[in-house]
């Protein structure tokens, strides 16, 4: 009997939901890995990448290069988009060094989330919450999961450069950005001032979003420590404010671009109707979005309770260095923060990219755990006088939980990873549709590198290009996409014709 017992402990234990969950990370980003040695620039990658690629192309010099880069970022600066680093790095897109490095696209994307949050959460873990090494996994584990299985928007998150480089990459140097802060101040080592200033530089030129969650921790942490009595800490603190001002002058470079103007229309500008709108708008997207984010990460529920008995039996009020007595402040302060990175989009009021949407969501995912974990640490501290509390978050609640959190994601579990990328990606794969793309971008590419071709014809391509963002081809050769792949691959023009049509016109059947 005793023996049984131990057994299903062992079964039921930390450890192994550890070793489980990391494991099932992994698989679940084995498909996108597959794909990614099938992605293709589009768009944005050729219109942005042709500077730097024809240069290279023609053997010019490192000087030239760089020279004509820097007079692109100036161009686009005045005629289109203010976003100067950003565009710095579109103009060197994966696909400028071979259609096939472009593959590297994705791998960046998942690394800068998973490497992110690893950082972000071990540091934090480790500093404040204090949870023990096997729980911390599992939370890290499901953070990311989730993070890149339901990201709203795949195609430009993960598999579109332009994109990628522009949301999801900044969004992994913010949640370094935020350990540095907090070892800056704790050790005062130079080599975290020198990353910031760094980071922070160029973030002032990339993507909204990422320059109001980084200027919000350094408001939050500059404000803090004006007030400590700590000298050392409160210099460095005010210190602070160096990296926090080349983020701003960064910003304000980019949204004074005259080309944010033309883009933005007549409604583009500073007004304060404009700014009280959008907060307000920021609190009302961030509520409806709350059911709307955890609609789409069913797993995000049925994971809860095991998340909240696993939080009150591994963390260690005699550790943690949080104070767990604010629940409300808390609860409210992390919404509004999570409420925040709706204001770009808000304000601006164009048409937003994915990436947005995506951002939003890596940051509802994040404080969704913070949250969970603060509230239940608040539970447990004001239950510490009673039995109660033992006795319903205790070993059998935890096994009980486990085994009905198991057979709820057996039994749905094609309605649970429905619309995730993982599935996405496989039935991309399993249906044929992924050896389709391959087989007609090889075809499409032949014809787009062929010197002595000026004025390109080539063969539609059907839509069905599962997690791949490819814009695509027309019969106009002054449609964007039709330029912009002109532009890169050097063509007078470039057209697409229905694949029928292409065939008769060689005297070919396919």
């Known amino acids: 009997m005793i023996e049984a017992k131990e057994k299903i402990k062992k079964l039921f234990s930390y450890r192994t939901i550890s070793i489980l969950v990391c494991l099932m990370l992994l698989l679940s980003l084995l498909p996108l890995l597959y794909c990614s040695f099938f992605d293709y620039a589009t768009g944005d990658d050729l219109w942005e990448g042709a500077v730097a690629y024809q240069i290279i192309k023609k053997g010019g010099s490192v000087g030239e290069l760089f020279r004509e880069v820097f ?24 696909n400028v060094f071979g259609e096939k490095v472009y593959s590297i696209t994705p791998w960046i994307g998942i690394l800068s989330i998973c490497i992110g ?30 993070a890149i299985q339901y990201m709203p928007y795949i195609r430009g998150g993960i598999f579109w450069y332009s994109a990628m480089i522009n949301y999801t990459f900044p969004y992994g140097l913010t949640m370094a950005i935020f350990v540095w802060i907090d070892k800056y101040l704790e050790t005062g080592k130079r080599r975290y001032f020198i990353f910031l200033i760094l980071a922070l530089s160029f973030l002032g030129g990339s993507g909204y979003l990422a320059i109001v969650l980084n200027f919000e921790a350094f408001i939050l942490v500059i404000g803090y420590h004006l007030f400590i009595h700590d ?11 160096v990296p926090a001002i080349l983020l701003l002058i960064g910003f304000v470079i980019s949204a004074l671009s005259p080309g944010n103007a033309i883009r933005g229309g007549e409604s583009y500008g500073f007004s304060i109707s404009n700014i009280l709108y959008t907060l307000k708008e920021c609190i009302v997207q961030g509520i409806a979005g709350i059911p709307t984010a955890l609609w789409s990460a069913k797993l995000m529920i049925v994971v809860f309770p095991f ?19 604010y629940p409300l402040s808390m609860t409210i302060f992390l919404f509004l923060i999570s409420c925040s990175v709706y204001a770009p989009g808000i304000y601006a009021n164009d048409e937003l990219s994915g990436g947005v949407y995506d951002t939003i969501f890596f940051v ?8 969970v974990i603060y509230l239940t640490g608040c539970l447990k501290v004001a239950s510490q006088n009673w039995k109660l509390g033992e006795k319903i978050f205790g070993e059998n609640s935890k096994i009980i939980v486990i085994v009905v959190t198991a057979l709820i994601c057996i039994g749905g579990f094609r309605w649970l990873i429905n619309h995730s990328a993982a599935k996405v990606c496989m039935d991309f794969i399993i249906s044929g549709q992924l050896e389709d793309f391959e087989a007609q971008m090889q075809e499409r590419l032949e014809i787009l590198n062929d010197p002595l071709i000026e004025e390109a014809v080539v063969p539609e391509m059907n839509n069905e290009q599962g997690p791949f963002m490819h814009m695509p081809l027309t019969n106009d050769p002054d449609h964007y996409t039709n330029m912009a792949t002109a532009r890169f691959y050097g063509k007078k023009s470039v057209v697409a014709v229905p694949r029928e049509e292409y065939y008769e016109s060689l005297g070919e059947k396919r």
């Open 364 to 371: 509802f995912v994040l404080f969704y755990f913070c949250i």
């Open 231 to 241: 000298k050392t800490k409160k210099k460095r603190g005010l210190l602070l404010s």
């Open 307 to 325: 998340l909240v008995i696993g939080t009150w039996q591994n963390l260690d009020l005699k550790k943690t260095r949080l104070k767990f007595c």
């Open 117 to 146: 949050n690893w950082y972000c959460f071990r540091h934090f873990n480790r500093k404040y919450f204090g949870l023990n090494r096997e729980f911390f996994l599992i939370v890290y584990g499901l953070a990311t999961l989730f």
């Open 71 to 94: 007079s692109w970022i100036k161009t686009e600066y005045y005629g289109w988009e203010g976003n100067w680093s950003s565009i710095f790095l579109w103009c060197f897109s994966p």
